[in-house]
């Protein structure tokens, strides 16, 4: 059975820093690429950052490029969000998605969340 | 910035058919998801490739898109489906979702 979980997740001040792991079983996490989405309070869904299956390849929404790095071990069978420099605005439960391709790219599978707050 | 536009609220009857619709430029062109989200729960693919439903996935959910319009149908709408329904679509390095669509059955 896939499973993604998530954690990291807390209350940081503004400006300050966290960093969220995914834990990926179930699957060769290796051959998958993978996403970050966030959701705020009240919110819709919003894309953060894409990460290649080997790492080599790396996308970030603007609204988070050069405060965020995605990365991953593919020996630990993990995903991380480095989150830098964080704004109030930017709380939200942050989940991690697998990516698929299957006569076109999708996001089969989901982790239940970590929730980030951001406030003082 | 590519942007997706769907209506904030839908309502159906029971048994009746809802329909969802994501507008965005030329989305005819690019494959459409679809994810239902709810209150505490995991977002679930219900569509993808604009017309394919998962393994699990009621056949009441369809999906197609033309043109500038990708349309979610729920046929035989059952209390189960109130939800927040996502579409979404891959725009160059992107992965663009709309606003999301408050689906009440009452």
């Known amino acids: 059975e896939v499973q993604l979980v998530e954690s990291g997740g807390g209350l940081v001040q503004p400006g300050g820093s966290l960093r969220l792991s995914c834990a990926a079983s179930g699957f060769n996490f290796s051959s998958y690429e993978m996403n970050w989405v966030r959701q705020a309070p009240g919110k819709g869904l919003e894309w953060v950052s894409y990460i290649s299956s080997r790492g080599s390849t790396i996308y970030y929404a603007d609204s988070v490029k050069g405060r965020f790095t995605i990365s991953r071990d593919n020996a630990r069978n993990s995903l991380f969000l480095q989150m830098n420099s964080l704004r109030p605005e930017e709380t939200a439960v942050y989940f991690c998605?697998?990516?698929?391709?299957?006569?076109?790219?999708?996001?089969?599978?989901w982790g239940q969340g970590t929730l980030v707050t951001v406030s003082s | 910035s590519y942007e997706l536009t769907q209506p904030p609220s839908v309502s159906v009857s029971p048994g009746q058919t809802a329909s969802i619709t994501c507008s965005g430029d030329k989305l005819g062109d690019k494959y459409t998801c679809w994810f239902q989200l709810k209150p505490g729960q995991s977002p679930v693919l219900v569509i993808y490739q604009d017309t394919k439903r998962p393994s699990g996935i009621p056949e009441r959910f369809s999906g197609s898109s033309s043109g500038n319009t990708a349309t979610l149908t729920i046929s035989g709408t059952q209390a189960m489906d109130e939800a927040d329904y996502y579409c979404q679509a891959r725009h160059s390095t992107t992965w663009v979702f709309g606003g999301g669509t408050k689906l009440t059955v009452l």
């Open positions: 998605a697998r990516v698929v391709f299957s006569g076109s790219y999708y996001l089969d599978h």
